[in-house]
């Protein structure tokens, strides 16, 4: 039988790429994934509310559905994920060419919901959030070629409540999954080609704190890291005040956990993260990042920022400034405040212009990258392992790879190293990359000169 034609346009973070994963497999039996929308008879939006540009981007891009709908009537809609979640049966009423609406509690019914679909059913709304919901093991060839990289989720949830997020609203509370399934999930991975693997989860460290008896986040590092063929592990994100020594010393002790380690701090100043209830202070934060350099002292470290929270003064974004200066961090993602629904910021005062948001922002950005670019010129003579991932800007001969440290490498090379390891020279540091050439032979491996000091 011929299999039906699926479009998945995915937003937002990594778990959400996960996600649009899972339903692709799902489906798999009695769909083929298509490139373009105007080839689909199903179009699945996996949707992303963390700011509100992310979540205008989704409205407009569903209104362009709209027309493709009128000319091919058979043709159906549905939108997965947090807006997904945060509108419910508003999006219905808003979009009423939308055939489906369905929550991430809910995304492990989709071959239900569109078998409804395809008996003839729309509007069909599921956002209900369970108590515990179950992520259940779903394993199935990697769509796309061979890809050497992927995802694992481990938790979905999130317990945390900082005052400006929506995730606790929308993905619900805090659940770990079974350490067998993700196992048997990387083991799939591997078996299929993959080398590096990133494991996720909105706060990865209390990974089975809620489960009686069950391993820990460090003790399930080793668990993964020990599936055999397996090259890389990394894992993200990771919360300041759960980040403990045990999972720490696995950056020492686990030759496959990379040396990059994201860890969000949100600001410099203790009373705006205070106000954003991120349960650390500032000393708290450095003190965590001088434990860890003190065992892996090249780590690459990165964060996350937001300017503008209500409340931040000029003084507590030069805090935030003079933060960014002291610990060194290899990359940062910076945003601006935008107050989210069900949020308790968006019940307090807007203290910060829009046009004041943006100038902290583009100043920040423009402090960082020289920062960013003096911490990767550490690398600049260096012979360093890369895992090739395909072709860089340009084509061919351009290549692009990665290192542990989660740095990219520009150089040119054959083909045939796509999806390989391999041993290059880094010339030159850019702003966010590296420039590489002269590539050893594949046996002078670098090991990114892992400098660790254990106790
Ligand atoms: S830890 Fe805070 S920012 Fe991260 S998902 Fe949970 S509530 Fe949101």
């Known amino acids: 039988m011929k299999k039906k034609a699926l479009y998945v346009a995915t937003f937002g973070c ?25 080839k689909a008879d199903l179009i699945l939006v996996n949707t992303c509310s963390i700011r509100e540009k992310a979540e205008n981007k989704v409205y407009s891009l569903v209104g362009r559905f709209k027309a493709l709908k009128a000319r091919k009537p058979r043709l159906k809609i549905g939108i ?16 009423p060419y939308v055939d489906l609406v369905f929550g991430p509690h809910q995304l492990w019914r989709l071959p239900e919901l569109v078998a409804r679909l395809e008996s003839g059913e729309s509007g069909i709304v599921e956002v209900r959030l369970e108590e515990r919901p179950d992520i259940p093991l779903v394993i199935g060839e990697l769509p796309g070629g061979r890809p050497v990289r992927a995802f694992v989720t481990i938790m979905q949830g999130c317990d945390n409540f900082c005052t400006y997020c929506v995730v606790p609203h929308v993905r619900g509370r805090e659940t770990s999954r079974p350490p067998g399934d993700i196992i ?12 590096d693997v990133t494991l996720l989860g909105q706060n990865v460290n209390s990974y089975g704190r809620k489960e009686k008896g069950g391993p820990g986040f460090a003790e399930l590092l080793e668990m993964v890291a020990s599936v055999p063929g397996l090259r890389r592990l990394r894992f993200t994100t990771s919360h300041p005040k759960d980040l403990d020594d ?45 434990r860890l350099r003190a065992l892996v002292p090249d780590i690459s470290i990165t964060t996350d920022i937001i300017v503008g929270f209500p409340g931040e003064t000029e003084k507590d974004y030069e805090a935030t400034l003079s933060l960014l200066a002291e610990v060194g961090f290899d990359q940062i993602f910076a945003f601006k405040y935008s107050p989210r629904p069900f949020t308790k910021a968006a019940e307090m005062e807007e203290t910060v212009p829009e046009e ?40 061919a001969p351009n290549l692009m790879g990665r290192t542990r440290h989660n740095v990219v490498v520009n150089f040119k090379g054959p083909e045939e190293l796509i999806g390989e390891f391999t041993t290059v020279s880094i010339l030159e540091a850019r702003e966010h990359s590296l420039k590489a050439s002269s590539i050893a032979p594949p046996s002078v491996r670098d090991g990114c000169t892992r400098e660790t000091h254990i106790a």
């Open 184 to 195: 048997e999930e990387v083991r799939s991975l591997v078996d299929q080609g993959v080398k």
């Open 80 to 95: 997965a994920g947090c807006v997904a979640q945060q509108e419910g049966e508003n999006m219905v009423r808003k979009a």
């Open 246 to 290: 045990a999972v720490m010393s696995c950056f020492a002790g686990i030759e496959q956990l990379c040396e990059h380690l994201h860890l969000p701090v949100q600001s410099g100043s203790n009373e705006i993260l205070r106000r954003m209830n991120r349960r650390y202070t500032r000393e708290a934060y450095l003190d965590k990042i001088e």
């Open 14 to 38: 990594q778990m959400n790429e996960y996600d649009s994963l899972k339903m692709v497999q799902m489906l798999s039996p009695s769909y083929e994934v298509v490139d373009a929308p105007e």
């Open 356 to 395: 004041e948001k943006l100038r902290r922002l583009n100043h920040l950005l423009e402090f960082q990258n020289r920062l960013g670019l003096e911490r990767l010129r550490r690398f600049e003579g260096r012979d360093m392992e890369i895992l090739v991932e395909g072709h860089g800007k340009g084509g």
